[in-house]
């Protein structure tokens, strides 16, 4: 899900995508998909009550595969002819298996581990309505997706400036220039969620365990994101410095989204790929304790290469007219020359967390 994180805490690709005309063709095109997976799901129900996790996971990443492609397709406002030659198979093919199944498939592993965690609604006694609604939810969410994806790609075609294109692209490049710090903050974060879930693995039975972990892991790697996302800005005096340069206010936004919220959206794919998928009656620790790992990780990983990009794109985008952005040359030299903040600089206040991510 980093696509989307850094869709929506970057200024720039939020500000691209959130366009009221953007608006408007995305509601469409995130309802036409939803009636369509709908009527599909209504029709290989006849067939098969998709009873069996793997084959209703199969079937959803299925739709959200195609969905992906025909949405970011939209989102290009280009055929598919055109799509080929100037994206080319390797990016179509990340948009459909990446974009489109394996994230289609992990929406429907939160979506049945929501409604059992937190509503009671197991979709093993109870497939129909949880089948329904993870079909659904993962297309339109894969839909809105995909064609933002698409719209960012066709500005970054016309010439508009894209520094930070939503692909991870720009994460392993940060994974070869600074492991030693991503490794750190990666390995001491999940450390400490593995242990908290470990010690947390006593505490209650079943869905009640799993709520408990749920609560706990969550808050733990919301609270570890927005540290790491100051450390990347790598601001002068350390992320520890920045709390006194930024208002609560501001700090509490990032905190609850997209920290809280995301990392609670990870800790709920796991815990259903576990809960639906492996089946241990009952969850050992030692998987609480490795969900945990994953989940506190992934967020100070991805927290941290959020702040470095948006360190970059606010150092880079305040000091070299946007005219000169659109030369390949100079973005080039740009990129490689201020891959590393050592100024500080630190943005305004009211826009250094990202807090309009929300938006759209």
């Known amino acids: 899900m980093l696509h989307r994180l850094t869709l929506r805490v970057l200024p720039r690709l939020t500000l691209a995508v959130t366009e009221d005309s953007v608006r408007r063709r995305k509601r469409l095109v995130m309802l036409v998909p939803g009636l369509v997976a709908f009527a599909i799901y209504r029709i290989v129900k006849r067939a098969d009550p998709l009873t069996d996790p793997f084959l209703l996971l199969f079937v959803s990443g299925l739709i959200a595969a195609m969905t992906a492609l025909l949405a970011y ?12 030659e100037e994206d080319g198979g390797r990016r179509l093919g990340w948009v459909t298996g990446w974009i489109g199944f394996c994230y289609g498939v992990q929406l429907s592993l939160m979506v049945l581990a929501l409604l059992k965690i937190l509503a009671g609604y197991d979709y093993l006694l109870h497939p129909d309505g949880p089948a329904m609604m993870a079909i659904i939810i993962a297309c339109t969410s894969v839909a809105r997706d995909a064609f933002e994806i698409g719209h960012v790609r066709r500005l970054q075609r016309d010439g508009q400036p894209i520094l930070t294109f939503p692909d991870g692209g720009a994460l392993r490049a940060l994974v070869r220039e600074q492991p030693g710090i991503l490794a750190g903050w990666t390995l001491l974060a ?10 947390l693995s006593g505490l209650g039975k079943g869905d009640d365990a799993l709520a408990v972990q749920f609560a706990l892991i969550s808050l733990l790697a919301g609270s570890v994101a927005l540290p790491a996302y100051l450390s990347g800005q790598q601001r002068s005096g350390g992320w520890v410095a920045a709390f006194g340069l930024l208002g609560w206010p501001e700090l509490f936004r990032f905190w609850w989204w997209p920290g809280l919220a995301f990392a609670a959206t990870y800790y709920l794919v796991l815990a259903g790929a576990v809960a639906f998928l492996v089946r241990p009656d009952p969850i050992p620790g030692s998987i609480h304790g490795l969900i945990g790992l994953l989940v506190t990780g992934i967020m100070a990983l991805y927290c941290y290469y959020l702040g470095y990009r948006r360190a970059l794109e606010d150092r880079i985008q305040q000091q070299v007219p946007t005219s000169l952005l659109r030369c390949p040359f100079v973005f080039g030299i740009l990129s490689k020359t201020q891959a590393v903040p050592t100024d500080g600089v630190v943005p305004p206040a009211g826009v250094a967390l990202g807090e309009s991510g929300r938006q759209g």
Do not use: N, Q, Y
């Not at 397709?73 to 080929?84: D, E, H, I, M, N």
């Not at 999940?190 to 010690?199: E, K, P, Y």
């Open 73 to 84: 397709r939209v989102g290009r406002r280009t055929g598919f002819a055109a799509l080929w």
């Open 190 to 199: 999940g450390l400490g969620g593995a242990l908290l879930a470990v010690g």
